[in-house]
């Protein structure tokens, strides 16, 4: 069973894993077309309790050379405000009913956009910051990381390109705490979700040199006893934050050269993950960050699959 006091998010009143609040960051200039589908097809997965649309128009006092005085500018706000709304609310009504479950909400604010998106997150205190992140974008995957890195919550990055289904989710793990959340959270989806997602924990490791220990092995002796240990380690990992090992894959990576991002999302796509879920730091001894690098740069390379950063 997954453990309450260390889910990263709730459970529901019948016990169901739901997400109590989340806030949406909606731009309705900008190529954003798969966010809404992707988003409905998620909470049909992972109920949502309620939802803030949030979209950032410029500052107003960039029209003020258009209208006369500032009556005329007064009106001019609250005719766009209002445009904007109804766009906004048209645009979500494609793919939920508004009126049916009640539990939408609005907002426009005006300003930076990064800005704005924090201080609402910081506000709201959602379970989950969600935003869209383009391909070809630089400009727009960088608020999706720097959103990701400056809020206190979780996060959900929904490429363009991702596709609304969930068959596999990956889960990369340190043995960290937050990985260790990530993966309860990857366990409570899958429980309750239709299609039953098998769940993979990736875990990149660099062999120690041999010769510095004098051990009279071979490499692929030593590689064997490496990964035993891990193996160890990840079953006892698994007890522990569920209680349970049944149906959770370990696979093991050897890592041979720099990075470790790009060793995941090259098995992310190789093996066809759906979801990727993964802590927003591990065992860093960098305590100011508040992306790790890992994870800050799996977000830059990833422009097809899902990522859910946990906090």
Do not use: W
Not at 34 to 46: D, H, R
Not at 147 to 160: E, M, Y
Not at 201 to 225: A, L, R, T, W
């Amino acid at each position: 069973m997954m453990k309450s006091e260390t889910s990263p998010m709730q459970k529901g009143k019948e016990g169901m894993f739901e997400i109590q609040k989340a806030v949406v960051a909606l731009k309705l200039l900008e190529k954003q077309a798969n966010l809404l589908p992707y988003l409905n097809f998620f909470q049909s997965q992972v109920p949502f309790k309620s939802i803030d649309f949030v979209h950032v128009i410029p500052q107003f006092d960039a029209f003020h050379a258009f209208v006369d005085g500032q009556r005329a500018g007064f009106r001019n706000l609250v005719a766009l405000n209002e445009a904007v709304h109804k766009e906004m609310k048209e645009a979500v009504e494609n793919f939920f009913d508004v009126s049916e479950k009640g539990n939408c909400s609005f907002e426009i604010r005006e300003g930076n956009p990064l800005e704005e998106m924090l201080a609402v997150s910081e506000k709201v205190n959602p379970d989950l910051n969600v935003i869209g992140q383009s391909s070809g974008s630089s400009r727009h995957g960088i608020m999706a990381r720097k959103l990701a890195s400056k809020t206190d919550s979780n996060a959900l990055i929904v490429p363009d390109q991702a596709k609304a289904q969930l068959k596999k989710i990956l889960v990369p793990i340190d043995f960290s705490p937050l990985s260790g959340k990530a993966l309860q959270t990857a366990y409570a989806i899958a429980q309750q979700s239709d299609s039953k997602p098998e769940i993979h924990c990736i875990n990149v490791y660099e062999m120690p040199d041999v010769n510095v220990y004098s051990i009279q092995k071979g490499h692929k002796q030593f590689k064997e006893m490496v990964e035993s240990d891990r193996g160890t380690a990840f079953k006892r990992f698994t007890e522990k934050y569920l209680g349970t090992t049944e149906a959770i894959k370990l696979d093991l990576v050897e890592k041979m050269m720099p990075g470790i991002a790009n060793y995941i999302y090259d098995f992310a796509k190789d093996n066809k993950s759906d979801l990727v879920i993964i802590g927003a730091k591990g065992h860093s001894k960098v305590e100011k960050l508040l992306l790790g690098s890992v994870t800050e740069r799996l977000l830059t390379l990833n422009d097809q699959i899902p990522t859910i950063i946990i906090k």
